[in-house]
Each structure stands twice: as C-alpha cells, then as structure tokens.
C-alpha cells in the first residue's frame, strides 16, 4: 500500500462543503484511492474510490490530482451526521485494506 | 439481507480465559478480514483471508487464530486474553477488496 497523509481533525460548518485532502505521493500506477468513514464507534462505512479520474456518487465527490499524489473527498452540503473519522487508503484491488490514522471531522451548526 | 453480522456485540473476559468471536457475511464474498481497534485509535488488521481456507497475518497477529471453515464464516480465537487485547474487534467482507462492508463490532473487555 502506499502511505498516506491526512490532517488529524478539520472542522466544517453545516451545510457548506467538506474538503477533505490526502496525500499519497507514493501511489503506484493501478492503485485506488479508497475514502471509509466511522461515524462514532461504528463500522467503517465506504464511501467512494477512484483509479484516475474524478467521481461522484450520492454522498460525496472524490478529486484526484492529475499526477495522483492527492486528492480530496468533498461532502458537498456537510451535515451533523456527516461527523465522523474519515480514512484515505491508496492500494491495489485484491490486497487487503490497511487503515490509518484518519481525519476527525466536525461538523458545527 | 443483514450484511455482515458479528456476535457477541459485548464480552467480559478474565485474564486467560480463551473464546471466539464468531463473524458471517450472506453477500457471498470472497475476502473477510478481522480488525481491532483501541480507544481513540484507527483500525489495525489482525488476520486476512482471501478466500475460502485461506488465511493471512496481518499487522497485529499476535495472540489470536483465525478459520474460514466456510465462505460465510470467519471466526477469531483469543486463546489465552490478556488485557492488552481489550478492544474494539470488527469483522469486513468484501467481494473485490474495493467496496468493504463491516459488521457493528464486539466489545471486549479483558480484565
């Protein structure tokens, strides 16, 4: 897997938009781009993944820089219920998925 | 359709006691896995398996055994609990290692 880098905790206001970075400046050429989210002490939740190009699903958009060294999921109308730690994990489809420390993100009204 | 489902949700064990944390999934996937996690910390992978009869270590092995009798089924056995391994222990499935599921967890408590 290559290592990635996110900020510990970010806050965001209700109903703006959520920018979450990652750093992955070691990402191999066929490794994903993976977003998890564990809202309080429950099991992670996917969210979105992508190879290469930008996506968009119902609850959130995944950019991918062109040389693939970061990207940044995107909660475009952030909620209270969107508090939660937010994995970035960059890896091969078919290798198991290792987490790290995460992003702790608040939601405040 | 349940997903993934994890029993028991709660256990207290004594120091040395032995039991197993039993895991299913009705998705028909190929891959589960077994993580912990300690308060305040991220997911740390215990054991891995691919598919069927096949099992792998991951970061933190130690202390426990795993089985995959079956495609549904993952159990995770602490032989001998320690109180360093209370946690936060969670099951996943996934079919392609790119979209996991988990279950809700099971809390242990080692004293």
């Known amino acids: 897997d290559a290592k990635t880098t996110q900020p510990p905790s970010m806050d965001c206001a209700e109903g703006r938009a959520a920018n979450l970075p990652c750093n992955h400046s070691t990402i191999s050429g066929n490794e994903y781009v993976y977003w998890y989210r564990q809202i309080h002490s429950q099991g992670p939740q996917y969210i979105i993944h992508?190879?290469?190009n930008n996506e968009t699903n119902e609850m959130a958009s995944l950019i991918i820089t062109e040389d693939r060294k970061s990207s940044t999921l995107i909660l475009p109308h952030a909620t209270l219920r969107d508090t939660a730690v937010y994995y970035c994990?960059?890896?091969?489809?078919?290798?198991?998925?290792?987490f790290g420390g995460g992003t702790r993100l608040m939601v405040k009204p | 359709n349940a997903g993934v489902t994890q029993t028991p949700k709660f256990q207290v064990l004594k120091t040395g006691q032995s039991m197993t944390l039993q895991c299913a999934q009705d998705?028909?996937?190929?891959?589960m896995y077994w993580y912990r996690q300690d308060p305040g910390m991220g997911l740390r992978l215990i054991y891995y398996?691919?598919?069927?009869?096949?099992?792998d270590k991951g970061e933190v092995p130690n202390g426990y055994n795993v089985s995959r009798l079956n495609k549904r089924e993952f159990s995770l056995r602490l032989e001998s609990a320690a109180p360093s391994q209370t946690s936060v222990y969670f099951c996943?499935?996934?079919?392609?290692?790119?979209?996991?599921?988990f279950g809700q967890g099971t809390r242990l408590t080692v004293v």
């Open positions: 994990i960059a890896n091969n489809a078919g290798n198991m998925l290792t």
């Open positions: 992508g190879l290469k």
């Open positions: 398996s691919a598919s069927e009869g096949t099992t």
């Open positions: 996943a499935s996934t079919r392609d290692s790119i979209q996991a599921f």
């Open positions: 998705m028909n996937h190929n891959s």
